[in-house]
């Protein structure tokens, strides 16, 4: 099997921006453009309404629709609460039932699914980032071509980048596999009232600043960093440490899936300085940490996705935006470039009651959807058309956001092999050096190992071409967008 070589793919990151203002006017928000890996779908030719091929709203029967999805609880809350029950309104004969599975496992159940020849009705949406796990799996490709869909099923008006996207996609793959459905640009959120206690005025706009200001807290026994540590659950294996560490090492010039290189180096020397301030309960902080951050435990949140900022400041935490504060982050000395995440939608090979499926993508990429999951889960939309007439009360979120996007962004490889990679990376890297407290002199030696560990993987099951490939640290390089 090949596997393809982006290193040299730089694509233009095309946004149109609008700022609004601070107090009540209603102003069109920062389209700032679509955040996934290598994914984005069909907005050539396209003619008109996009639900053209959706089944009307008035079936004979009721269609039973699964819908698979890796979100917070407090996410699938409003998908169970209010989505579902919009969509299952305007289309009665389809029922959807949401299933909400843990992290990295919506391949799994696909793959399982695909196997067992039962698929049934479904819609799956699925980390951006794995979604090369059931391009490239082991039974082939085994998402739906989705390419005669795409004119219908897609709105008429994606964001600039999207459109851009769209023929990386299509050069790729050959053809349109699935479609952009939300994004993400994970942020710094800090306590402004203990920064303001320790004499700190402004986060720290770089990594040397950040050192500084996180040993300011703790000469003053106040309380210190939070990261995400954990990987995912307290679990140390999983998707959100290396999320972390993807980004780190890219801001030091490094191309994180090698490992090995000067940049990978510097930037694990600064964490392992920096974690000397980390709050014990970095060890099991993953993308669903927040709590502490209201209640004083920690000071900094360095690095968490945009929902919690709409958790934060409603009941029972209540902060406002003179107690919360969320900005792009510390710049790298190499670049601030931010990851972009998020997830994609698609169609299993093998399922049934297409038209159905058709009309719940269409639902959920349509505007109203689009323009709910923004405002209340803080879900970067797709469809330009949702950020039309947006209350006020976002534009501070809006603000960080965009200012994220205008340092720079960058999509992770969809390599095949990325869950080993975070299991390696996790095991040789972070938990010996930062978890059981490695020495600084380590640092270099556990980086070649887990780079070694890394070939070794790929050899054995992905063949010596791959593994050669992999030994060129200019191959499966971050994606400029």
Same mark, same amino acid.
């Given at each position: 099997?090949?596997? $393809?070589?982006?290193?040299?793919?730089?694509? +233009?990151?095309? @946004?149109?921006?609008?700022?609004?203002?601070?107090?009540?006017?209603?102003?069109?928000? +920062?389209?700032?453009?679509?955040? @996934? $890996?290598?994914? @984005?779908?069909? &907005? @050539?030719?396209?003619?008109?309404?996009?639900?053209?091929?959706?089944?009307?709203?008035?079936?004979?029967?009721?269609?039973n629709l699964e819908f698979y999805e890796s979100v917070a609880a407090s996410e699938a809350k409003y998908i169970n609460n209010t989505l579902i029950p919009q969509f299952e309104a305007e289309y009665p004969g389809i029922h959807v039932n949401f299933v909400n599975v843990g992290t990295g496992d919506v391949s799994k159940d696909i793959l399982a699914l695909e196997k067992s020849g039962k698929v049934g009705s479904i819609v799956a949406g699925q980390d951006n980032l794995e979604i090369g796990q059931l391009i490239y799996s082991s039974s082939g490709n085994v998402l739906m071509n989705l390419s005669t869909m795409a004119p219908a099923l897609m709105p008429p008006n994606l964001v600039p980048a999207a459109q851009n996207l769209v023929l990386y996609e299509k050069h790729v793959f050959g053809g349109v596999y699935f479609f952009p459905f939300r994004g993400n640009v994970p942020l710094v959120f800090y306590n402004k009232t203990i920064l303001a206690k320790a004499g700190i005025s402004a986060p720290?706009?770089?990594?040397?600043?950040?050192? /500084?200001?996180?040993?300011t807290l703790h000469n003053k026994s106040l309380p210190g960093i939070m990261i995400q540590g954990g990987s995912t659950y307290?679990? +140390?294996?999983?998707?959100?440490?290396?999320?972390?560490?993807y980004?780190?090492?890219v801001q030091y010039g490094g191309n994180p899936l090698y490992i090995n290189d000067s940049g990978d180096l510097h930037a694990m020397q600064f964490l392992k300085n920096l974690s000397s301030y980390f709050v014990p309960a970095y060890k099991t902080g993953y993308w669903g940490s927040y709590h502490g951050l209201a209640v004083g435990n920690y000071s900094i949140l360095d690095y968490q996705w945009p929902y919690i900022y709409n958790i934060l400041t409603s009941t029972p935490y209540d902060m406002t935006n003179s107690t919360l504060?969320?900005?792009?982050?510390?710049?790298?000395? &190499?670049?601030?470039?931010?990851?972009?995440?998020?997830?994609?939608?698609?169609?299993?090979?093998?399922?049934?009651?297409?038209?159905s499926d058709e009309a719940f993508i269409s639902f959920l990429l349509g505007e109203q959807?689009?323009?709910?999951?923004?405002?209340?889960?803080?879900? &970067?939309?797709?469809?330009?058309?949702?950020?039309?007439?947006?209350?006020? /009360?976002?534009?501070?979120?809006?603000?960080?956001?965009?200012?994220?996007?205008?340092q720079g962004v960058f999509l992770r490889n969809p390599t095949p092999w990325i869950t080993e990679w975070q299991t390696i990376l996790d095991q040789y890297v972070f938990n010996p050096l930062i978890v059981n407290g490695g020495s600084y002199s380590s640092i270099a030696s556990d980086l070649a190992n887990a780079h070694t560990q890394m070939y070794k993987y790929i050899l054995a099951n992905y063949g010596s071409a791959?593994?050669?490939?992999?030994q060129n640290p200019n191959s499966y390089g971050p994606i400029s967008v």
């Amino acid at each position: 099997m090949e596997i $393809l070589k982006y290193s040299n793919f730089n694509m +233009r990151f095309m @946004v149109e921006t609008s700022q609004k203002t601070m107090d009540n006017e209603v102003k069109p928000k +920062r389209p700032w453009g679509w955040v @996934v $890996l290598v994914v @984005v779908v069909a &907005v @050539v030719g396209f003619t008109g309404g996009y639900l053209a091929h959706a089944p009307s709203a008035k079936t004979s029967s009721t269609v039973n629709l699964e819908f698979y999805e890796s979100v917070a609880a407090s996410e699938a809350k409003y998908i169970n609460n209010t989505l579902i029950p919009q969509f299952e309104a305007e289309y009665p004969g389809i029922h959807v039932n949401f299933v909400n599975v843990g992290t990295g496992d919506v391949s799994k159940d696909i793959l399982a699914l695909e196997k067992s020849g039962k698929v049934g009705s479904i819609v799956a949406g699925q980390d951006n980032l794995e979604i090369g796990q059931l391009i490239y799996s082991s039974s082939g490709n085994v998402l739906m071509n989705l390419s005669t869909m795409a004119p219908a099923l897609m709105p008429p008006n994606l964001v600039p980048a999207a459109q851009n996207l769209v023929l990386y996609e299509k050069h790729v793959f050959g053809g349109v596999y699935f479609f952009p459905f939300r994004g993400n640009v994970p942020l710094v959120f800090y306590n402004k009232t203990i920064l303001a206690k320790a004499g700190i005025s402004a986060p720290p706009a770089n990594d040397t600043q950040f050192l /500084k200001d996180a040993e300011t807290l703790h000469n003053k026994s106040l309380p210190g960093i939070m990261i995400q540590g954990g990987s995912t659950y307290g679990v +140390r294996t999983g998707s959100s440490t290396a999320t972390e560490l993807y980004q780190l090492m890219v801001q030091y010039g490094g191309n994180p899936l090698y490992i090995n290189d000067s940049g990978d180096l510097h930037a694990m020397q600064f964490l392992k300085n920096l974690s000397s301030y980390f709050v014990p309960a970095y060890k099991t902080g993953y993308w669903g940490s927040y709590h502490g951050l209201a209640v004083g435990n920690y000071s900094i949140l360095d690095y968490q996705w945009p929902y919690i900022y709409n958790i934060l400041t409603s009941t029972p935490y209540d902060m406002t935006n003179s107690t919360l504060g969320f900005y792009p982050g510390p710049a790298g000395p &190499v670049n601030g470039n931010h990851l972009l995440g998020g997830d994609v939608l698609f169609i299993p090979k093998g399922a049934t009651n297409i038209p159905s499926d058709e009309a719940f993508i269409s639902f959920l990429l349509g505007e109203q959807a689009q323009k709910e999951t923004l405002l209340n889960l803080s879900w &970067v939309a797709i469809n330009a058309g949702a950020y039309q007439n947006l209350p006020a /009360k976002y534009s501070a979120i809006d603000s960080a956001l965009g200012a994220a996007i205008d340092q720079g962004v960058f999509l992770r490889n969809p390599t095949p092999w990325i869950t080993e990679w975070q299991t390696i990376l996790d095991q040789y890297v972070f938990n010996p050096l930062i978890v059981n407290g490695g020495s600084y002199s380590s640092i270099a030696s556990d980086l070649a190992n887990a780079h070694t560990q890394m070939y070794k993987y790929i050899l054995a099951n992905y063949g010596s071409a791959n593994a050669t490939l992999y030994q060129n640290p200019n191959s499966y390089g971050p994606i400029s967008v």
